[in-house]
């Protein structure tokens, strides 16, 4: 069955750095987002992408993110000047349409310190 | 603003019972996501729904437009289905989901 892959499962990073979070989706899927879940809360939306640009975002998305999808298979989360409140797990999804149901990936461990 | 609710935030179980997860959500949401999140923080997308009922196996998911009310079944509960089971809202033109809290499930042998 076709698969979401995210890339690192697990990232430390030092405050202020700028970290890149990799995900492939499915290959015919047209819609991505990005989530992330703090520890011991819920899941929150941070974006979803369509046709090479941002079609919905969260207040939570402001100028420190950003996502690209820079050679048609890979989809990016940039988190630049990282904080300790970043640390959280960030899950990618796809979807083929917008009304389909999601695919989720393993997700990315992001550890700020 | 958007908002889901679920209900229990935990429920306990013996194999075998018959488990309902209830969701609530409000005027702007239009299409549910029930979602199961295993221990290992992985989520698996179950059912996606905007109207009537869907069924995968043992699970069963029911969504009353009306009452803006969704309900997750599942028959013949297992220690396997212990996870924690998320509701999720879709709205803005199916691109923007707002999550619940989710239902800690534990199945006892």
């Known amino acids: 069955e076709p698969e979401v892959t995210q890339t690192p499962s697990h990232q430390v990073t030092q405050m202020g750095q700028e970290v890149i979070l990799r995900c492939v989706p499915i290959?015919?899927?047209?819609?991505f987002y990005w989530y992330r879940q703090i520890l011991g809360q819920k899941v929150e939306f941070l974006v979803s992408f369509y046709n090479n640009e941002i079609s919905e975002k969260s207040e939570i998305f402001d100028d420190q993110f950003s996502v690209e999808r820079p050679d048609g298979s890979n989809f990016t989360l940039k988190i630049r000047s990282t904080k300790l409140e970043d640390s959280a797990m960030y899950f990618c999804?796809?979807?083929?349409?917008?009304?389909?149901?999601?695919?989720f990936g393993s997700g990315t461990r992001l550890t700020v310190v | 603003k958007n908002e889901v609710e679920q209900s229990p935030q935990n429920l306990t179980a013996q194999e075998g019972e018959f488990i309902t997860i209830n969701c609530s959500y409000s005027v702007g949401i239009s299409a549910l996501h029930w979602l199961q999140q295993h221990p290992g923080g992985g989520i698996v997308s179950l059912f996606m729904?905007?109207?009537g009922k869907k069924k995968h196996g043992r699970l069963i998911a029911t969504i009353n437009i009306q009452e803006k009310h969704s309900s997750l079944h599942i028959t013949a509960s297992h220690p396997r289905d212990s996870a924690v089971y998320i509701c999720?809202?879709?709205?803005?033109?199916?691109?923007?989901?707002?999550f619940g809290i989710g239902t800690k499930l534990q199945v006892i042998p």
């Open positions: 999720a809202g879709n709205s803005g033109g199916y691109q923007k989901v707002t």
């Open positions: 999804a796809s979807s083929r349409q917008g009304v389909d149901g999601y695919t």
């Open positions: 290959s015919n899927h047209l819609y």
């Open positions: 729904l905007s109207s």
